[in-house]
């Protein structure tokens, strides 16, 4: 199975500097542009389903890649960023405590936000149940317009890599990964073959 994941544009909360997770922040001007430039410059598969998380970032982004006309299955809160509990709308250089990123990665909890295993226990939760439905279905391919978080954290559950690389996964705005997948539907099993950037059209 192909699983395409896609990081929403760029935002007004990145263009800030401040933690949104949870937040409803909106695509920023750039990040508007950007996402028009990309639909043309970049190699975006058309799959079988597209699902987005529930927040709007996500739902502007798929309609400025994929277009009005194409279908979201459904828009869920199981796809939504980390929550960051307190720090939500601060600004990353005004914390005096510990980044998020520090804690999150240790699965402690913090600032009533997040840890990792509740993240994950949500997204892997809708993923195997969205790759259920798919295999009793016929179909082979999925896209999921959503967060760096959620990308970064299904990539290192996935590979599987120390959750100290959660800083070196990649996730550039607008962009993302196509996962090729095996999927045991009878033990909920998920199995990353490889993965590849979004490239460029040739």
């Known amino acids: 199975m192909k699983v395409v994941l896609v990081r929403h544009g760029f935002t007004v909360g990145n263009d800030l500097g401040t933690y949104t997770g949870w937040s409803d922040t909106m695509l920023s001007d750039k990040g508007i542009r950007e996402l028009k430039e990309y639909r043309e410059a ?8 597209y699902y987005t ?8 982004t798929f309609k400025l890649i994929y277009g009005e006309e194409t279908p979201i299955t459904e828009s869920t809160f199981a796809f ?16 005096n ?12 909890p913090h ?3 997040e840890t990792i295993s509740q993240v994950s226990l949500r997204l892997f939760g809708k993923l195997t149940a ?11 391919s999925v896209t999921i317009v ?25 996730t550039p ?18 199995t990353l073959n490889y993965y590849d950037p979004i490239e460029k059209i040739k």
């Open 42 to 49: 970049y190699n975006y598969p058309e799959t079988d389903r």
């Open 53 to 60: 998380s529930d927040l709007t970032r996500t739902i502007d």
């Open 80 to 95: 939504r960023e980390i929550n960051f509990g307190d720090y939500e709308d601060v600004r990353w250089d005004q914390i």
């Open 97 to 108: 405590n510990i980044p998020y990123n520090e804690v999150y990665i240790q699965n402690k």
């Open 111 to 113: 600032v009533n936000g």
């Open 130 to 140: 969205v790759l259920g439905e798919m295999q009793k279905a016929g179909e082979d």
């Open 146 to 170: 959503c967060h760096s978080g959620v990308i970064k954290t299904i990539l290192m559950f996935l590979k599987p890599v120390s959750f100290d690389n959660y800083r070196r996964i990649d």
């Open 173 to 190: 705005n607008g962009l993302g990964y196509i996962l090729d997948v095996d999927f045991d539907a009878l033990n909920n099993y998920i």
